[in-house]
């Protein structure tokens, strides 16, 4: 009896790991549920585990677009919340991310009186957009080590140095240039930082709203969505959302990269041809 | 009203874009002159990509000239032989212009390189034009004849080869001048995103000594043809023309050269120049500030443009 219950609480304890440490490893496939215990020895309460989907699934980039703000929303299955009030028992951090794409930072010094380009250094892939919201400031959800394995917050963001580039660079130099990238993407709204951007509805809803900024690059972007007890992350949920060109927009911007020469023999002829337009309009009013 | 432009990738007020070229086109119809010199730094302090300013710029200032040239032309002011040269020098200028302008944004160097140009050319014209000016304007004043260019003199230009009779100018000289001359401003024009008529004018008034009559037509004859060629290869070779940006600029420009126009014939001439040279050097001064006042950045990032160098 006594045996046969170390086991069962040996092998609860196994698949708790098993589907915390999965969770937390691959977003990309939700944790795989509890296999039922053998033998039904002190109730647990089911795993929470968290989902998440976003108002729109793809954003169309035409002549008109000024930005948009999308709504990360979710819930969170079998909350042990006490009822409306889900933020005391857990976090909710919302990660929006654009496709990483090389950068080259650049660093001015000032040469013969003039401030020019000197020191450079090549990222290999840095997130294009990266946007987080949580339900309170991250650095009081987890410690350093979760949200470094996790990528969450701007200190986190995956950014390496290409091949041979930034030889020969201190690691304060090179952290300078990786903290420049991040300041001048924030700046340019690029890079969201919304420490209480997550609101709780209940004991298991909550929501999120994400602007895009209209300077966004077009492409698919990530949303992982991690549900945090006590400092550890215990469920995670990934959704998507596509930003594509279309209009006037696309048509333009397609054929000046897939075909240049045509798409700068039209812009001659529009320039010729609207030129002649011109003197003759304004040759008719003053004649 | 906000638009999104497809090749700058950014979005901006449509109404500022108009005044914008409004404004530009008001002062080129004003002075006279193309504007582009204006209009290249206005876009990029508007934070337009330093690349894309200059190659959309070459597009707007051919459709600013092509009614200019073909007004010319009718008139019988253009020395098409003369403009044949300068258009052959300028497609090769313009050549190594955009080619220089993709390995220079590769460097990381290209926003240097523009402003250099700015200050050193803005800086000589714009001084160029103010002593000019003053010293017509003082002559004036003091009731003394404005001294006329004396014609038929030989200088350097008439001992090279190549000679070639241009019957419109009536000139028989050597195609290498005019040749260089175009290959300078069809290089400049890539670099700069400038007609570069500010530079081709007086070269052939004082070095060819080319007929004040034509001078202006067949300047305006090779810009056409230079900005077009420069348009196509900006558009291959640097896919920095933004056809949308450029039309905003073109409506603008247009309506605002007609009133420019207007008001400047109630100006005197050397009262114009004046103007027109204050104006050069404010925006040679502006330029000069930015690259030697310390940023407040001195980090800047950018995509990665074929392989590093």
């Known amino acids: 009896m006594m045996r046969s219950a170390i086991i069962a609480v040996m092998c609860l304890c196994m698949a708790l790991n098993a589907a915390r440490s999965s969770a937390q490893e691959a977003e990309a496939t939700p944790p795989p549920n509890l296999p039922p215990p053998t033998v039904v020895t002190p109730p647990l309460p089911p795993m929470e585990t968290v989902e998440a989907d976003i108002s729109t699934r793809s954003l169309e980039v035409t002549t008109g677009f000024t930005g948009h703000e999308i709504v990360v929303f979710g819930a969170i299955d079998n909350s042990q919340a006490p009822k409306d009030d889900a933020g005391s028992y857990y976090d909710v951090v919302v990660v929006v991310e654009g496709t990483p794409f090389p950068i080259v930072a650049r660093r001015k010094s000032e040469v013969a009186g003039v401030w020019m380009n000197t020191w450079s250094i090549t990222f290999n892939s840095v997130p294009s957009y990266y946007a987080i919201a949580s339900s309170k400031p991250i650095e009081e959800i987890a410690g350093p080590a979760v949200l470094e394995r996790h990528a969450i917050g701007f200190r986190h963001i995956k950014m390496m140095p290409a091949g041979n580039s930034g030889v020969g660079l201190k690691d304060s130099q090179l952290a300078a240039f990786r903290s420049a990238v991040i300041r001048l993407k924030h700046r340019q709204d690029l890079y969201v930082l919304e420490p209480e951007g997550v609101d709780f509805v209940g004991r298991s809803l909550f929501r999120s709203t994400i602007a895009l900024p209209a300077n966004i690059p077009v492409g698919p972007l990530v949303a992982r969505t991690y549900l945090f007890r006590d400092g550890e992350v215990v469920s995670a949920h990934i959704a998507r959302v596509t930003l594509h060109r279309a209009g006037i927009e696309r048509l333009v911007h397609n054929f000046a990269f897939v075909y240049p020469a045509s798409y700068g023999l039209i812009a001659v002829i529009i320039a010729v041809l609207s030129g002649l337009l011109a003197s003759m309009l304004f040759r008719r009013k003053t004649a | ?309």
């Open chain 2, 1 to 309: 009203m906000n638009i999104y432009l497809p090749i700058a990738e950014m979005s901006v007020n449509a109404a500022l874009l108009l005044g914008l070229g409004g404004a530009v086109g008001f002062l080129s119809g004003l002075f006279g002159v193309g504007g582009g010199f204006l209009l290249t730094p206005l876009l990029i302090f508007l934070g337009v990509p330093t690349s894309v300013a200059v190659g959309t710029g070459s597009m707007q200032i051919l459709a600013s000239s092509v009614s200019g040239a073909m007004a010319q032309y009718r008139r019988n002011n253009v020395d098409v032989k003369m403009g044949m040269v300068l258009v052959a020098g300028g497609v090769v200028g313009s050549f190594i212009g955009v080619s220089l302008m993709r390995i220079l944004r590769q460097m990381g160097q290209f926003e240097l390189f523009v402003s250099l140009c700015y200050v050193t050319f803005l800086g000589a014209v714009g001084a160029l034009m103010l002593i000019e000016s003053v010293g017509s304007i003082q002559r004036q004043r003091s009731g003394q004849p404005v001294p006329t260019r004396q014609t038929g003199q030989h200088s350097w230009v008439h001992g090279l080869p190549f000679k070639m009779r241009f019957h419109r100018s009536k000139l028989y000289i050597s195609a290498v001048p005019p040749a260089m001359i175009g290959a300078f401003v069809g290089f400049m024009a890539a670099i700069m995103g400038v007609g570069g008529g500010f530079v081709m004018v007086p070269a052939m008034i004082y070095l060819l000594r080319v007929p004040t009559s034509v001078v202006i037509g067949t300047s305006l004859f090779q810009i056409v043809f230079v900005m077009a060629v420069t348009t196509l290869l900006q558009a291959i070779e640097n896919k920095s023309v933004d056809v949308v940006l450029a039309l905003i600029l073109i409506v603008g420009g247009v309506v605002g050269a007609q009133f420019g126009a207007a008001a400047g014939g109630k100006l005197k001439g050397e009262q114009l120049r004046f103007m027109l040279a204050a104006l050069v050097l404010l925006v040679c001064l502006r330029i000069a500030w930015d690259l030697m006042v310390t940023p407040a950045e001195i980090f800047s990032i950018g995509p990665l443009i074929g392989g590093t160098l």
